[in-house]
């Protein structure tokens, strides 16, 4: 584990050089830790792979006592097993319609398109790490057969609930944006809705599983059709 | 409801607060003021508690008008003031009465100015903040900027009681900017040559440059590796893409990414680098993580040691 300067008032603590569930397990054990320990000397923390940017506030401490609490969070850290996060089931319509890279990723992948489905659905990922835009979250791993890098182009619109691939990642659009990830079918479950309780279906550390589910059902379930451009 | 109408929006006028923070872990950014200093001079010049709403301004064009008495102050880039066609100076609290119209002209210096009223506008948080972030369609009115006819709530008060802000303390805004960095992150995967390539050149603002992130242009930097596992970004960070020019990542920044970073500029300069527009030249210098912490320390002693004084509203000279 090491510790290294991020900007001002940042530290970021490095676990490991790849991503696992054990070295996501760690980040998260820190993450609470530390909530914890800094209280309100602490602004914000985000969580990844296999690193914790510890963001403080300097008007009340500094990165001495930041890396001194950082040093005792991680000396009793267990090398303990990965904890289990709670298992939430994400429904997937799993077809070209909704997901316009499924025929030519199983054709890459020398596949039938229904293995890549069963191989997509087959594995229970970890929730990695949320970011990049409210409510997007990193899951992995997919299987190294259907995994696929991004788009050379990205599409400019990515209708929300698309279920995507890029390498090894899998994740769930929860808004309609720019993308550049490999869409294979949509999800109806909303990813994040400020109005809802709890805002987001997982958080950093939980488990998921997608199960396929038909073109009827996912239109029962609010599921809308909409192309991506 | 009572407040200011927006009777032209103008380049882009957005509602900020101080921020939205302990929001990075369902993935949202922070939002809030690109020039701190100038968006808590507005509100220190209307007598508002720090961090209350105020409208941030990027190059200017807002025309507002009130249906009541209030105190108003603009400060940051010199986009000038008109109140009902008279010139009013910046960095000062002016009384605003029934029907007045608000007029923001184009920065002639500077890029980002701030407009407060006694109170601060009146807007519900979402997360916990008002800070608008286009990107997200988070905060604000409805998550976007202000639009013809919004209404801008507020409560009345009283127009005396103005501020000024003495010229010897405003800020200048300049065409280029120095840029203190705290070399971290990726920079030991720079080779000492791209490091020093980095410190010695001159950059250029480009056309991309907005409340995400300023891509500049010159000569290039490349780390040893095209990409990291995807981590924290924090405020100021210093990206470099496979093109290896840079882009520092501002207030509406993704919270995280996987290109690797050289270090961050120190949050004092950001707001200078925001205070730029494209063609701007910028160069980058190394500071240690406790010199940035002690330039932070001053700047807030010299914000809080510095006093408004008061001006007689009805007596003022016309700038």
């Known amino acids: 584990m090491k510790?290294?300067?991020?900007?001002?008032?940042?530290?970021?603590?490095?676990?490991?050089?790849?991503?696992?569930?054990?070295?996501?397990?760690?980040?998260?054990?820190?993450?609470?830790?530390?909530?914890?320990?800094?209280?309100?000397?602490?602004?914000?923390?985000?969580?990844?792979?296999?690193?914790?940017?510890?963001?403080?506030?300097p008007d009340s401490t500094d990165h001495f006592r930041v890396r001194r609490v950082i040093q005792a969070a991680l000396n009793e850290l267990d090398a303990a097993l990965p904890e289990a996060g709670r298992l939430v089931e994400l429904p997937v319509y799993y077809h070209s319609e909704v997901g316009p890279d499924l025929d030519s990723l199983a054709n890459d992948a020398g596949l039938s398109t229904n293995e890549v489905i069963e191989r997509h659905?087959?594995?229970?990922?970890?929730?990695?790490?949320?970011?990049?835009?409210?409510?997007?979250?990193?899951?992995?791993?997919?299987?190294?057969?259907?995994?696929?890098?991004?788009?050379?182009?990205?599409?400019?619109?990515?209708?929300?609930?698309?279920?995507?691939?890029?390498?090894?990642?899998?994740?769930?659009y929860p808004a309609t944006s720019p993308g550049g990830w490999n869409l294979i079918g949509r999800c109806p479950t909303p990813m994040f809705d400020p109005q809802a309780d709890p805002i987001m279906p997982v958080s950093v550390g939980d488990r998921v599983r997608f199960q396929a589910i038909t073109r009827e059902r996912f239109l029962e379930l609010g599921g809308m059709l909409e192309p991506p451009a | 409801m009572n407040g200011l109408r927006v009777i032209q929006?103008?380049?882009?006028?957005?509602?900020?607060?101080?921020?939205?923070?302990?929001?990075?872990?369902?993935?949202?950014?922070?939002?809030g003021p690109l020039d701190p200093e100038a968006f808590h001079w507005a509100n220190r010049l209307c007598g508002n508690p720090p961090g209350v709403s105020a409208v941030e301004i990027t190059i200017g064009g807002l025309l507002l008008e009130s249906d009541l008495s209030t105190r108003l102050a603009v400060t940051g880039a010199n986009t000038g003031l008109q109140i009902n066609g008279i010139a009013k100076p910046?960095?000062?609290?002016?009384?605003?009465?029934?029907?007045?119209?608000?007029?923001?002209?184009?920065?002639?210096?500077?890029?980002?100015?701030?407009?407060?009223?006694?109170?601060g506008f009146d807007i519900p948080p979402s997360f916990c903040s008002s800070a608008t972030v286009v990107r997200e369609?988070?905060?604000?009115?409805?998550?976007?900027?202000?639009?013809?006819?919004?209404?801008?709530?507020?409560?009345?008060?009283?127009?005396?009681?103005?501020?000024?802000?003495?010229?010897?303390?405003?800020?200048?805004?300049?065409?280029?900017?120095?840029?203190?960095?705290?070399?971290?992150?990726?920079?030991?995967?720079?080779?000492?040559?791209?490091?020093?390539?980095?410190?010695?050149?001159?950059?250029?603002?480009?056309?991309?440059?907005?409340?995400?992130?300023?891509?500049?242009?010159?000569?290039?930097?490349?780390?040893?590796?095209?990409?990291?596992?995807?981590?924290?970004?924090?405020?100021?960070?210093?990206?470099i893409p496979t093109d290896?020019?840079?882009?520092?990542?501002?207030?509406?920044?993704?919270?995280?990414?996987?290109?690797?970073?050289?270090?961050?500029?120190?949050?004092?300069?950001?707001?200078?680098?925001?205070?730029?527009?494209?063609?701007?030249?910028?160069?980058f210098t190394p500071v240690s993580i406790e010199e940035a912490h002690t330039i932070h320390c001053l700047a807030r002693d010299r914000f809080q040691r510095i006093r408004p004084s008061p001006v007689d509203p009805e007596g003022e000279a016309d700038a």
């Open chain 2, 244 to 283: 290896g020019q840079p882009i520092v990542l501002l207030n509406d920044r993704q919270t995280i990414g996987g290109y690797p970073k050289i270090g961050s500029v120190i949050s004092a300069d950001l707001a200078k680098l925001a205070q730029l527009g494209p063609g701007a030249d910028v160069s």
């Open chain 1, 121 to 172: 659905q087959a594995q229970e990922y970890r929730v990695y790490a949320i970011g990049f835009a409210p409510g997007f979250a990193y899951l992995g791993e997919v299987d190294q057969s259907i995994a696929r890098p991004r788009l050379s182009t990205p599409r400019l619109k990515v209708p929300r609930g698309s279920v995507a691939i890029a390498d090894r990642q899998t994740a769930v």
């Open chain 2, 137 to 239: 369609g988070i905060g604000g009115l409805n998550g976007g900027r202000l639009k013809e006819n919004d209404t801008l709530p507020c409560r009345p008060s009283t127009g005396s009681g103005c501020l000024r802000l003495a010229p010897e303390f405003q800020p200048n805004y300049c065409s280029e900017a120095c840029l203190r960095v705290v070399p971290g992150y990726q920079n030991q995967l720079f080779s000492k040559i791209d490091q020093r390539r980095f410190f010695s050149s001159d950059y250029r603002v480009s056309e991309h440059c907005d409340r995400m992130g300023y891509r500049l242009t010159g000569p290039a930097v490349h780390a040893a590796v095209d990409g990291i596992l995807s981590e924290g970004i924090c405020l100021g960070a210093i990206q």
């Open chain 2, 9 to 31: 929006p103008g380049i882009l006028a957005l509602i900020q607060d101080a921020g939205r923070f302990g929001q990075h872990r369902i993935g949202l950014s922070n939002g």
């Open chain 1, 3 to 57: 510790v290294q300067v991020a900007g001002e008032n940042a530290l970021i603590i490095y676990f490991g050089q790849q991503a696992s569930p054990g070295i996501s397990a760690q980040v998260q054990q820190a993450a609470a830790r530390l909530t914890r320990l800094l209280a309100d000397d602490l602004i914000d923390l985000i969580p990844s792979y296999a690193s914790l940017l510890v963001i403080f506030d």
């Open chain 2, 90 to 119: 910046l960095w000062q609290s002016h009384p605003i009465h029934p029907g007045d119209r608000i007029e923001l002209g184009f920065a002639t210096s500077g890029t980002r100015a701030y407009l407060a009223v006694a109170g």
